[in-house]
Protein backbone atom coordinates (compact mmCIF):
# COMPACT_ATOMS: atom_id res chain seq x y z
CA UNK A 1 0.00 0.00 0.00
CA UNK A 2 1.15 3.48 -0.87
CA UNK A 3 1.85 5.66 2.42
CA UNK A 4 -0.86 8.42 2.79
CA UNK A 5 1.73 11.22 2.57
CA UNK A 6 2.10 10.27 -0.94
CA UNK A 7 -1.42 9.90 -2.21
CA UNK A 8 -1.41 13.53 -1.59
CA UNK A 9 -0.86 14.33 -5.51
CA UNK A 10 -4.31 12.53 -6.52
CA UNK A 11 -6.01 15.27 -4.22
CA UNK A 12 -4.40 17.96 -5.60
CA UNK A 13 -5.48 16.26 -9.55
CA UNK A 14 -9.21 16.61 -8.57
CA UNK A 15 -10.23 13.14 -9.48
CA UNK A 16 -12.53 10.92 -7.11
CA UNK A 17 -10.40 12.44 -4.10
CA UNK A 18 -13.11 11.55 -0.86
CA UNK A 19 -11.11 8.43 0.65
CA UNK A 20 -11.82 8.60 4.30
CA UNK A 21 -14.46 11.09 3.71
CA UNK A 22 -16.34 8.89 1.38
CA UNK A 23 -16.05 5.67 3.68
CA UNK A 24 -17.93 7.89 6.23
CA UNK A 25 -20.83 9.26 4.06
CA UNK A 26 -21.17 5.51 2.74
CA UNK A 27 -22.69 4.75 6.18
CA UNK A 28 -23.97 7.98 7.47
CA UNK A 29 -25.83 11.36 6.04
CA UNK A 30 -23.75 13.77 5.25
CA UNK A 31 -24.49 17.49 7.26
CA UNK A 32 -26.54 19.95 4.71
CA UNK A 33 -24.93 22.62 2.72
CA UNK A 34 -25.87 25.22 5.44
CA UNK A 35 -24.41 23.11 8.46
CA UNK A 36 -21.39 22.19 6.71
CA UNK A 37 -20.65 25.84 5.52
CA UNK A 38 -17.06 26.40 6.39
CA UNK A 39 -17.72 29.56 8.51
CA UNK A 40 -20.55 27.83 10.73
CA UNK A 41 -18.17 24.70 11.08
CA UNK A 42 -15.67 27.67 11.61
CA UNK A 43 -12.64 25.93 9.77
CA UNK A 44 -9.20 28.16 9.99
CA UNK A 45 -11.15 31.08 11.63
CA UNK A 46 -9.19 33.61 13.68
CA UNK A 47 -5.07 33.88 13.62
CA UNK A 48 -4.25 30.75 14.77
CA UNK A 49 -6.94 29.12 14.78
CA UNK A 50 -8.22 26.81 17.71
CA UNK A 51 -6.60 23.48 17.44
CA UNK A 52 -9.40 22.07 16.65
CA UNK A 53 -10.33 23.71 13.64
CA UNK A 54 -6.68 23.48 11.93
CA UNK A 55 -7.07 21.88 8.67
CA UNK A 56 -4.08 19.98 7.46
CA UNK A 57 -2.10 17.36 6.25
CA UNK A 58 -2.67 14.33 4.68
CA UNK A 59 -5.16 14.43 2.31
CA UNK A 60 -7.32 11.66 4.31
CA UNK A 61 -7.58 15.06 6.64
CA UNK A 62 -7.65 17.92 4.53
CA UNK A 63 -9.90 16.40 1.43
CA UNK A 64 -12.38 14.59 4.09
CA UNK A 65 -16.09 16.00 3.90
CA UNK A 66 -16.71 18.40 5.83
CA UNK A 67 -13.06 19.70 5.50
CA UNK A 68 -13.37 19.57 1.85
CA UNK A 69 -15.56 22.46 1.50
CA UNK A 70 -13.07 24.89 2.75
CA UNK A 71 -10.09 23.17 1.34
CA UNK A 72 -11.07 23.35 -2.36
CA UNK A 73 -10.44 26.96 -2.22
CA UNK A 74 -7.00 26.91 -0.21
CA UNK A 75 -5.65 23.88 -2.20
CA UNK A 76 -2.06 26.22 -2.51
CA UNK A 77 -1.73 26.15 1.14
CA UNK A 78 -1.23 22.12 1.21
CA UNK A 79 0.55 21.47 -2.41
CA UNK A 80 3.14 23.41 -4.63
CA UNK A 81 1.86 25.33 -7.37
CA UNK A 82 2.95 27.36 -10.25
CA UNK A 83 1.48 30.39 -11.63
CA UNK A 84 -1.15 31.15 -14.24
CA UNK A 85 -0.48 34.79 -15.33
CA UNK A 86 -3.06 37.19 -15.95
CA UNK A 87 -0.18 39.46 -16.76
CA UNK A 88 -0.22 43.43 -15.75
CA UNK A 89 -2.80 45.11 -18.12
CA UNK A 90 -6.08 45.90 -16.35
CA UNK A 91 -9.10 43.45 -16.64
CA UNK A 92 -11.90 43.57 -18.82
CA UNK A 93 -15.19 43.87 -16.76
CA UNK A 94 -17.56 41.55 -16.68
CA UNK A 95 -21.06 43.59 -17.76
CA UNK A 96 -23.80 43.52 -15.58
CA UNK A 97 -27.39 45.07 -15.28
CA UNK A 98 -28.17 47.78 -12.82
CA UNK A 99 -28.39 46.75 -9.38
CA UNK A 100 -32.59 46.85 -9.25
CA UNK A 101 -32.59 44.74 -12.41
CA UNK A 102 -29.97 42.77 -11.07
CA UNK A 103 -32.37 41.60 -8.21
CA UNK A 104 -35.00 41.64 -9.98
CA UNK A 105 -33.09 39.07 -12.42
CA UNK A 106 -31.84 36.95 -9.16
CA UNK A 107 -35.36 36.71 -7.71
CA UNK A 108 -36.75 35.28 -11.00
CA UNK A 109 -34.45 32.84 -11.01
CA UNK A 110 -34.09 31.36 -7.57
CA UNK A 111 -38.09 30.92 -7.98
CA UNK A 112 -37.25 28.79 -11.45
CA UNK A 113 -39.21 25.17 -10.96
CA UNK A 114 -37.95 21.85 -12.66
CA UNK A 115 -37.97 18.38 -12.58
CA UNK A 116 -35.13 16.34 -11.18
CA UNK A 117 -33.82 13.54 -13.77
CA UNK A 118 -35.50 10.45 -12.87
CA UNK A 119 -38.91 11.72 -11.66
CA UNK A 120 -39.63 12.97 -8.20
CA UNK A 121 -41.06 16.68 -6.58
CA UNK A 122 -40.64 19.92 -8.20
CA UNK A 123 -37.39 21.13 -6.88
CA UNK A 124 -36.77 25.69 -7.23
CA UNK A 125 -33.15 26.67 -8.58
CA UNK A 126 -32.25 28.37 -5.53
CA UNK A 127 -32.89 24.96 -3.45
CA UNK A 128 -30.71 22.76 -5.92
CA UNK A 129 -27.71 25.28 -5.37
CA UNK A 130 -27.89 24.11 -1.21
CA UNK A 131 -28.59 20.67 -2.63
CA UNK A 132 -25.45 20.28 -4.91
CA UNK A 133 -23.20 22.59 -2.15
CA UNK A 134 -23.16 25.30 -4.19
CA UNK A 135 -19.80 27.57 -3.91
CA UNK A 136 -20.24 29.85 -6.43
CA UNK A 137 -22.20 30.34 -9.62
CA UNK A 138 -22.63 32.76 -12.34
CA UNK A 139 -24.53 33.16 -15.35
CA UNK A 140 -23.80 34.96 -18.62
CA UNK A 141 -26.72 35.42 -21.32
CA UNK A 142 -25.97 37.11 -24.58
CA UNK A 143 -22.51 38.02 -22.72
CA UNK A 144 -23.76 39.78 -19.88
CA UNK A 145 -24.21 39.00 -16.03
CA UNK A 146 -27.49 37.93 -15.15
CA UNK A 147 -26.91 35.72 -11.86
CA UNK A 148 -23.98 35.73 -9.60
CA UNK A 149 -24.03 34.35 -5.62
CA UNK A 150 -21.00 33.08 -3.75
CA UNK A 151 -21.55 30.32 -0.55
CA UNK A 152 -19.21 28.54 1.91
CA UNK A 153 -15.49 29.27 1.48
CA UNK A 154 -15.83 31.46 -1.90
CA UNK A 155 -16.36 35.03 -2.44
CA UNK A 156 -15.71 37.43 -5.45
CA UNK A 157 -11.91 37.82 -5.01
CA UNK A 158 -11.33 33.72 -3.82
CA UNK A 159 -9.68 30.48 -6.03
CA UNK A 160 -11.27 27.63 -6.15
CA UNK A 161 -9.87 23.89 -7.43
CA UNK A 162 -11.23 23.53 -10.65
CA UNK A 163 -10.38 19.55 -10.78
CA UNK A 164 -11.09 17.77 -13.92
CA UNK A 165 -12.53 20.95 -15.36
CA UNK A 166 -8.66 21.60 -15.89
CA UNK A 167 -8.54 18.64 -18.49
CA UNK A 168 -10.68 20.86 -21.01
CA UNK A 169 -8.63 23.73 -20.60
CA UNK A 170 -5.74 21.31 -21.65
CA UNK A 171 -7.73 19.67 -24.58
CA UNK A 172 -8.57 23.35 -25.29
CA UNK A 173 -5.23 24.38 -25.58
CA UNK A 174 -4.18 20.83 -27.64
CA UNK A 175 -6.86 21.80 -30.34
CA UNK A 176 -5.88 25.20 -30.68
CA UNK A 177 -1.92 24.01 -31.63
CA UNK A 178 -3.80 21.11 -33.68
CA UNK A 179 -5.98 23.87 -35.94
CA UNK A 180 -2.94 26.47 -36.06
CA UNK A 181 -0.75 23.45 -37.70
CA UNK A 182 1.59 23.33 -34.41
CA UNK A 183 0.50 19.65 -33.59
CA UNK A 184 -0.62 17.13 -35.77
CA UNK A 185 -2.79 14.85 -34.40
CA UNK A 186 -2.80 11.94 -36.36
CA UNK A 187 0.78 11.39 -35.30
CA UNK A 188 1.69 8.65 -32.39
CA UNK A 189 2.27 9.80 -29.52
CA UNK A 190 5.97 8.01 -29.71
CA UNK A 191 6.72 10.36 -32.75
CA UNK A 192 6.40 13.50 -30.61
CA UNK A 193 7.37 12.03 -27.33
CA UNK A 194 10.22 8.97 -27.78
CA UNK A 195 10.66 8.57 -24.00
CA UNK A 196 7.42 6.52 -23.78
CA UNK A 197 8.40 4.06 -27.17
CA UNK A 198 7.39 1.05 -24.87
CA UNK A 199 4.93 2.94 -22.98
CA UNK A 200 1.14 1.54 -24.23
CA UNK A 201 0.89 5.51 -24.90
CA UNK A 202 3.64 5.04 -27.61
CA UNK A 203 1.25 3.09 -30.38
CA UNK A 204 -1.99 5.84 -29.61
CA UNK A 205 -2.28 8.80 -32.13
CA UNK A 206 -2.49 11.96 -30.69
CA UNK A 207 -6.38 12.28 -31.39
CA UNK A 208 -6.65 9.02 -29.08
CA UNK A 209 -5.12 10.35 -26.44
CA UNK A 210 -7.36 13.64 -26.84
CA UNK A 211 -10.80 12.02 -27.33
CA UNK A 212 -9.44 9.33 -24.20
CA UNK A 213 -9.57 6.49 -26.52
CA UNK A 214 -6.71 4.87 -25.64
CA UNK A 215 -6.54 1.39 -24.47
CA UNK A 216 -4.19 1.90 -21.50
CA UNK A 217 -4.03 -0.09 -18.43
CA UNK A 218 -4.96 2.55 -15.56
CA UNK A 219 -7.26 1.87 -12.61
CA UNK A 220 -8.41 4.72 -10.67
CA UNK A 221 -10.03 2.30 -7.84
CA UNK A 222 -9.58 4.10 -4.42
CA UNK A 223 -10.81 1.37 -2.83
CA UNK A 224 -8.09 -0.93 -4.14
CA UNK A 225 -5.06 -0.26 -2.55
CA UNK A 226 -3.28 -1.66 -5.16
CA UNK A 227 -4.93 0.71 -8.20
CA UNK A 228 -2.97 2.04 -10.33
CA UNK A 229 -3.65 4.96 -8.61
CA UNK A 230 -1.91 4.89 -6.02
CA UNK A 231 1.47 4.26 -8.13
CA UNK A 232 0.70 7.32 -10.41
CA UNK A 233 0.17 9.09 -6.71
CA UNK A 234 2.97 8.44 -5.36
CA UNK A 235 4.94 9.00 -8.40
CA UNK A 236 3.50 12.71 -8.62
CA UNK A 237 3.95 13.16 -5.14
CA UNK A 238 5.47 16.50 -4.78
CA UNK A 239 6.99 15.32 -1.92
CA UNK A 240 10.54 13.93 -0.95
CA UNK A 241 10.09 10.20 -1.75
CA UNK A 242 11.06 7.87 1.46
CA UNK A 243 13.95 5.40 1.57
CA UNK A 244 13.98 3.04 -0.26
CA UNK A 245 11.27 4.23 -3.06
CA UNK A 246 12.22 2.81 -6.45
CA UNK A 247 8.82 3.64 -8.57
CA UNK A 248 8.92 6.19 -11.08
CA UNK A 249 9.63 9.76 -10.30
CA UNK A 250 6.63 12.33 -12.00
CA UNK A 251 4.45 12.13 -13.61
CA UNK A 252 5.80 12.03 -16.97
CA UNK A 253 8.42 8.89 -15.42
CA UNK A 254 4.41 7.45 -14.67
CA UNK A 255 3.48 7.85 -18.27
CA UNK A 256 6.54 6.32 -19.70
CA UNK A 257 6.23 2.77 -17.88
CA UNK A 258 1.97 2.28 -18.80
CA UNK A 259 1.10 -0.91 -19.48
CA UNK A 260 -1.76 -1.84 -22.45
CA UNK A 261 -5.21 -2.68 -22.20
CA UNK A 262 -7.56 -3.28 -24.69
CA UNK A 263 -6.87 -1.90 -28.12
CA UNK A 264 -6.47 1.67 -29.23
CA UNK A 265 -9.47 3.99 -30.72
CA UNK A 266 -12.24 0.68 -29.09
CA UNK A 267 -13.91 2.77 -26.32
CA UNK A 268 -14.37 5.83 -24.28
CA UNK A 269 -12.29 5.21 -21.30
CA UNK A 270 -12.20 8.28 -18.35
CA UNK A 271 -8.74 8.04 -17.53
CA UNK A 272 -6.12 11.01 -16.21
CA UNK A 273 -3.25 9.78 -17.38
CA UNK A 274 -4.87 10.82 -20.92
CA UNK A 275 -4.52 14.35 -19.69
CA UNK A 276 -1.03 14.21 -18.48
CA UNK A 277 -0.05 12.75 -21.21
CA UNK A 278 -1.56 15.46 -23.56
CA UNK A 279 -0.15 17.54 -21.01
CA UNK A 280 3.35 16.50 -22.11
CA UNK A 281 2.69 16.45 -25.69
CA UNK A 282 1.79 20.12 -25.33
CA UNK A 283 4.86 21.25 -23.80
CA UNK A 284 6.85 19.11 -26.09
CA UNK A 285 5.58 20.64 -29.37
CA UNK A 286 5.02 24.34 -28.20
CA UNK A 287 8.46 24.51 -25.60
CA UNK A 288 6.09 25.45 -22.78
CA UNK A 289 4.38 24.35 -20.09
CA UNK A 290 0.77 23.87 -20.06
CA UNK A 291 0.23 26.61 -16.99
CA UNK A 292 3.08 29.04 -19.39
CA UNK A 293 0.77 28.65 -22.69
CA UNK A 294 -2.66 28.77 -20.63
CA UNK A 295 -1.23 32.02 -19.85
CA UNK A 296 0.42 33.08 -22.66
CA UNK A 297 -2.52 32.53 -24.66
CA UNK A 298 -5.61 32.66 -22.55
CA UNK A 299 -5.27 34.15 -19.47
CA UNK A 300 -2.79 37.41 -20.50
CA UNK A 301 -5.63 37.85 -23.53
CA UNK A 302 -8.77 37.49 -22.18
CA UNK A 303 -9.15 40.30 -20.11
CA UNK A 304 -8.84 38.04 -16.76
CA UNK A 305 -9.50 39.20 -13.39
CA UNK A 306 -6.86 36.93 -11.17
CA UNK A 307 -3.82 34.99 -12.12
CA UNK A 308 -4.92 31.44 -11.35
CA UNK A 309 -3.11 28.77 -9.82
CA UNK A 310 -1.86 24.96 -10.85
CA UNK A 311 -0.48 22.01 -9.00
CA UNK A 312 2.33 20.43 -9.36
CA UNK A 313 4.75 17.00 -9.07
CA UNK A 314 8.13 17.08 -7.15
CA UNK A 315 9.97 17.83 -10.64
CA UNK A 316 7.33 21.25 -11.27
CA UNK A 317 5.31 19.59 -13.92
CA UNK A 318 1.85 20.91 -13.65
CA UNK A 319 -1.07 18.60 -13.15
CA UNK A 320 -2.55 18.76 -16.89
CA UNK A 321 -5.54 16.31 -15.08
CA UNK A 322 -7.04 18.43 -12.06
CA UNK A 323 -4.56 20.77 -10.92
CA UNK A 324 -5.75 24.14 -12.01
CA UNK A 325 -7.71 26.93 -9.33
CA UNK A 326 -8.82 30.22 -10.74
CA UNK A 327 -11.73 32.37 -9.67
CA UNK A 328 -15.54 32.08 -10.48
CA UNK A 329 -15.31 35.14 -13.04
CA UNK A 330 -12.24 33.84 -14.82
CA UNK A 331 -14.08 30.52 -15.20
CA UNK A 332 -16.76 32.77 -17.07
CA UNK A 333 -14.61 34.43 -19.13
CA UNK A 334 -13.60 31.23 -20.65
CA UNK A 335 -17.13 30.00 -21.04
CA UNK A 336 -17.78 32.83 -22.71
CA UNK A 337 -14.83 32.74 -25.15
CA UNK A 338 -16.08 29.14 -25.89
CA UNK A 339 -19.51 30.40 -26.99
CA UNK A 340 -17.81 32.68 -28.70
CA UNK A 341 -16.19 30.91 -30.87
CA UNK A 342 -12.62 32.06 -29.80
CA UNK A 343 -13.38 35.48 -29.51
CA UNK A 344 -13.97 37.66 -26.26
CA UNK A 345 -13.85 41.90 -25.41
CA UNK A 346 -13.78 42.39 -29.33
CA UNK A 347 -10.10 40.08 -29.76
CA UNK A 348 -9.62 37.16 -31.65
CA UNK A 349 -7.56 34.85 -29.49
CA UNK A 350 -7.85 31.17 -31.97
CA UNK A 351 -9.41 30.41 -34.82
CA UNK A 352 -13.23 29.21 -34.99
CA UNK A 353 -12.64 26.30 -35.89
CA UNK A 354 -11.21 25.13 -32.77
CA UNK A 355 -14.63 25.58 -31.16
CA UNK A 356 -16.34 23.67 -33.95
CA UNK A 357 -14.16 21.03 -33.72
CA UNK A 358 -14.87 20.23 -30.38
CA UNK A 359 -18.30 20.76 -31.02
CA UNK A 360 -18.52 18.43 -33.45
CA UNK A 361 -17.96 15.68 -30.49
CA UNK A 362 -17.02 12.10 -30.64
CA UNK A 363 -17.86 9.07 -31.48
CA UNK A 364 -21.29 8.40 -29.55
CA UNK A 365 -21.01 4.60 -30.16
CA UNK A 366 -17.85 4.70 -28.13
CA UNK A 367 -19.31 6.70 -25.08
CA UNK A 368 -21.40 4.51 -22.39
CA UNK A 369 -21.54 3.84 -18.61
CA UNK A 370 -23.04 7.48 -18.30
CA UNK A 371 -26.84 7.14 -17.24
CA UNK A 372 -27.24 11.04 -16.53
CA UNK A 373 -25.43 11.58 -20.22
CA UNK A 374 -27.17 8.98 -22.16
CA UNK A 375 -26.50 10.30 -25.98
CA UNK A 376 -22.91 11.78 -24.66
CA UNK A 377 -19.41 12.19 -26.59
CA UNK A 378 -16.45 12.98 -25.73
CA UNK A 379 -14.03 15.37 -27.78
CA UNK A 380 -10.25 17.05 -26.91
CA UNK A 381 -11.28 16.50 -22.74
CA UNK A 382 -15.03 18.39 -23.21
CA UNK A 383 -18.10 16.75 -22.16
CA UNK A 384 -20.37 16.75 -25.45
CA UNK A 385 -24.47 16.64 -24.14
CA UNK A 386 -26.36 15.98 -27.62
CA UNK A 387 -29.34 17.39 -26.41
CA UNK A 388 -31.70 20.01 -27.95
CA UNK A 389 -29.64 23.23 -26.55
CA UNK A 390 -26.19 21.27 -28.13
CA UNK A 391 -25.00 22.08 -24.66
CA UNK A 392 -21.50 21.15 -24.26
CA UNK A 393 -19.07 21.37 -20.88
CA UNK A 394 -16.15 21.16 -18.90
CA UNK A 395 -16.85 19.09 -15.90
CA UNK A 396 -14.96 17.94 -12.55
CA UNK A 397 -15.80 15.85 -9.53
CA UNK A 398 -17.64 17.56 -6.70
CA UNK A 399 -19.69 19.52 -8.87
CA UNK A 400 -17.56 21.81 -11.08
CA UNK A 401 -18.78 23.02 -13.98
CA UNK A 402 -18.53 25.16 -17.35
CA UNK A 403 -21.97 24.89 -18.88
CA UNK A 404 -22.27 26.06 -22.54
CA UNK A 405 -25.62 26.44 -23.96
CA UNK A 406 -25.02 27.92 -27.67
CA UNK A 407 -28.97 28.20 -28.57
CA UNK A 408 -30.03 30.48 -25.71
CA UNK A 409 -26.23 32.40 -25.68
CA UNK A 410 -25.88 31.02 -22.53
CA UNK A 411 -22.41 30.34 -20.23
CA UNK A 412 -23.15 28.85 -16.42
CA UNK A 413 -20.25 28.30 -14.05
CA UNK A 414 -20.18 26.64 -10.82
CA UNK A 415 -17.65 25.94 -8.05
CA UNK A 416 -18.99 23.10 -5.61
CA UNK A 417 -17.72 21.04 -2.87
CA UNK A 418 -20.75 18.30 -2.95
CA UNK A 419 -19.81 15.43 -0.16
CA UNK A 420 -18.97 12.67 -2.93
CA UNK A 421 -16.81 12.94 -6.33
CA UNK A 422 -19.16 11.29 -9.12
CA UNK A 423 -20.96 14.19 -10.73
CA UNK A 424 -23.96 11.46 -10.90
CA UNK A 425 -24.99 12.38 -7.82
CA UNK A 426 -25.13 16.19 -8.87
CA UNK A 427 -26.26 15.71 -12.43
CA UNK A 428 -29.89 14.69 -11.38
CA UNK A 429 -30.58 18.12 -9.83
CA UNK A 430 -28.11 20.37 -12.17
CA UNK A 431 -28.95 19.21 -15.38
CA UNK A 432 -32.37 19.89 -15.77
CA UNK A 433 -32.27 23.12 -13.61
CA UNK A 434 -29.18 24.89 -16.38
CA UNK A 435 -32.54 23.64 -18.84
CA UNK A 436 -34.78 25.82 -16.99
CA UNK A 437 -32.53 28.40 -16.69
CA UNK A 438 -31.46 28.63 -20.42
CA UNK A 439 -35.39 28.39 -21.54
CA UNK A 440 -36.07 31.30 -18.95
CA UNK A 441 -33.94 33.46 -20.97
CA UNK A 442 -34.97 32.40 -23.97
CA UNK A 443 -38.21 33.29 -22.92
CA UNK A 444 -37.40 36.70 -22.25
CA UNK A 445 -35.65 37.84 -25.55
Known amino acids: MVPSRLRSASLAAGLALTLTGSAALSQQTPLSAKDSDPRVMGWMQGFPP ?9 DSVYFSFPKLRWSVCHLR ?14 PVPLTYPEPAAFADLRAEIDALAFTPLGGGPEMTWEASLYA ?27 KHAAMSMTKS ?72 KPEGYVGPDGYWEYLAQVQPEGQHGEAFHYKTVN ?126 TIYVDPVAEMVLVRFASFPTAANGGIDPTSLPAYIAVANYLMARD
Open 77 to 90: EFLPTTEISRGLGA
Open 50 to 58: PADKIITQP
Open 132 to 158: NYTDGILILHKGRVVYERYFGCLDEGG
Open 275 to 400: SDMLGWIISRVSGQSVSDLASTRLWRRMGAEQDAYQTVDGKGVPFAGGGLSLGLRDLARLGQLMLDKGQINGKRLFPAEVVDRIRAGGDQAKFAGYPTIPNGSYSSQWWLLHNEHEAFAARGVHGQ
Open 169 to 240: VTGLLAEILVVEGVLDDSLLVSDIIPEVSASAFGSATVRQVMDMTTGIKYSEDYADPDADIWTYSAAASPFP
